[in-house]
Protein backbone atom coordinates (compact mmCIF):
# COMPACT_ATOMS: atom_id res chain seq x y z
CA UNK A 1 0.00 0.00 0.00
CA UNK A 2 1.48 3.34 -0.75
CA UNK A 3 -0.42 6.16 1.19
CA UNK A 4 -0.44 9.99 -1.12
CA UNK A 5 -1.21 12.52 2.14
CA UNK A 6 -2.93 16.02 1.20
CA UNK A 7 -4.66 19.15 1.83
CA UNK A 8 -1.96 20.98 4.07
CA UNK A 9 -1.26 24.57 4.44
CA UNK A 10 -1.54 28.06 6.23
CA UNK A 11 -4.61 28.72 7.76
CA UNK A 12 -5.38 31.41 10.79
CA UNK A 13 -6.93 30.21 14.54
CA UNK A 14 -10.10 29.21 14.09
CA UNK A 15 -10.17 27.88 10.54
CA UNK A 16 -10.75 24.67 8.96
CA UNK A 17 -8.44 22.14 6.44
CA UNK A 18 -9.33 19.09 5.34
CA UNK A 19 -6.57 16.65 4.86
CA UNK A 20 -6.60 13.78 2.45
CA UNK A 21 -4.41 10.50 2.19
CA UNK A 22 -5.01 8.46 -1.32
CA UNK A 23 -3.90 4.80 -0.77
CA UNK A 24 -3.09 2.68 -3.64
CA UNK A 25 -3.97 -1.00 -3.82
CA UNK A 26 -7.22 -3.14 -4.45
CA UNK A 27 -7.44 -4.33 -0.62
CA UNK A 28 -7.80 -0.47 0.97
CA UNK A 29 -10.63 -1.50 2.18
CA UNK A 30 -9.75 -3.95 4.67
CA UNK A 31 -6.72 -1.60 6.42
CA UNK A 32 -7.06 0.63 9.48
CA UNK A 33 -6.27 3.64 8.73
CA UNK A 34 -4.52 6.53 10.85
CA UNK A 35 -3.66 9.73 11.50
CA UNK A 36 -0.45 11.26 13.26
CA UNK A 37 1.43 14.19 13.68
CA UNK A 38 4.73 15.55 15.01
CA UNK A 39 5.48 19.26 15.73
CA UNK A 40 9.29 20.57 15.94
CA UNK A 41 10.88 19.28 18.08
CA UNK A 42 8.55 16.67 19.88
CA UNK A 43 7.65 13.10 19.59
CA UNK A 44 5.26 11.76 16.91
CA UNK A 45 1.45 11.94 18.31
CA UNK A 46 -1.74 9.70 17.59
CA UNK A 47 -4.46 12.12 16.38
CA UNK A 48 -6.99 9.61 14.84
CA UNK A 49 -7.89 6.27 13.62
CA UNK A 50 -10.76 4.83 11.90
CA UNK A 51 -11.46 0.95 11.68
CA UNK A 52 -11.80 -1.35 8.10
CA UNK A 53 -15.10 -0.50 8.20
CA UNK A 54 -15.26 2.64 9.12
CA UNK A 55 -17.36 1.80 12.23
CA UNK A 56 -15.21 2.57 14.61
CA UNK A 57 -13.09 6.15 14.95
CA UNK A 58 -10.94 6.95 17.84
CA UNK A 59 -9.23 10.40 18.49
CA UNK A 60 -6.84 11.84 20.68
CA UNK A 61 -8.17 13.59 23.70
CA UNK A 62 -6.83 17.20 22.61
CA UNK A 63 -8.85 16.70 19.08
CA UNK A 64 -12.01 15.50 19.72
CA UNK A 65 -15.15 17.42 18.83
CA UNK A 66 -12.96 19.43 16.58
CA UNK A 67 -11.65 16.80 13.86
CA UNK A 68 -13.67 14.53 12.02
CA UNK A 69 -11.53 11.33 10.27
CA UNK A 70 -13.84 9.36 7.21
CA UNK A 71 -13.13 7.25 5.12
CA UNK A 72 -14.31 6.24 1.07
CA UNK A 73 -13.36 2.92 0.31
CA UNK A 74 -14.98 3.02 -3.35
CA UNK A 75 -12.33 6.26 -3.74
CA UNK A 76 -9.53 4.50 -1.58
CA UNK A 77 -9.25 7.60 0.69
CA UNK A 78 -9.12 8.58 4.29
CA UNK A 79 -9.72 11.93 5.29
CA UNK A 80 -9.55 14.17 8.38
CA UNK A 81 -11.64 17.11 8.67
CA UNK A 82 -10.07 19.82 11.04
CA UNK A 83 -12.31 22.50 12.25
CA UNK A 84 -11.59 25.50 15.11
CA UNK A 85 -7.82 25.30 14.61
CA UNK A 86 -5.60 26.07 17.21
CA UNK A 87 -1.79 27.13 16.53
CA UNK A 88 -0.76 23.96 19.13
CA UNK A 89 -2.21 21.99 16.15
CA UNK A 90 0.67 23.22 13.76
CA UNK A 91 2.89 19.99 12.64
CA UNK A 92 3.38 17.80 9.92
CA UNK A 93 0.58 15.28 9.22
CA UNK A 94 1.08 11.87 8.30
CA UNK A 95 -1.69 9.18 7.51
CA UNK A 96 -0.62 5.48 7.95
CA UNK A 97 -2.63 1.99 7.32
CA UNK A 98 -2.19 -1.78 8.61
CA UNK A 99 -4.21 -4.56 7.96
CA UNK A 100 -4.20 -5.37 11.63
CA UNK A 101 -3.95 -2.81 14.66
CA UNK A 102 -4.19 -3.77 18.30
CA UNK A 103 -5.24 -0.05 19.80
CA UNK A 104 -4.43 1.88 16.61
CA UNK A 105 -3.36 4.40 18.76
CA UNK A 106 0.39 3.54 18.56
CA UNK A 107 2.31 4.37 15.56
CA UNK A 108 4.31 0.84 15.42
CA UNK A 109 1.39 -1.07 15.06
CA UNK A 110 1.36 0.75 11.53
CA UNK A 111 3.30 -0.45 8.38
CA UNK A 112 2.57 1.98 6.28
CA UNK A 113 2.99 5.44 6.07
CA UNK A 114 2.58 8.19 3.47
CA UNK A 115 5.11 11.27 3.39
CA UNK A 116 3.60 14.06 5.21
CA UNK A 117 1.58 17.24 4.91
CA UNK A 118 2.58 20.73 6.85
CA UNK A 119 -0.37 21.94 8.82
CA UNK A 120 0.82 25.42 10.22
CA UNK A 121 -1.86 27.48 12.41
CA UNK A 122 -0.97 31.14 12.72
CA UNK A 123 -2.33 32.59 15.83
Known amino acids: VQLQASGGGLVQAGGSLRLSCAAS????????LGWFRQAPGKEREFVAA????????YYTDSVKGRFTISRDNAKNTVYLQMNSLKPEDTAVYYC?????????????????WGQGTQVTVSS
Open 96 to 112: AADRSTATMRRDFEYEY
Open 25 to 32: GRTFGSYA
Open 50 to 57: ISWRGINT
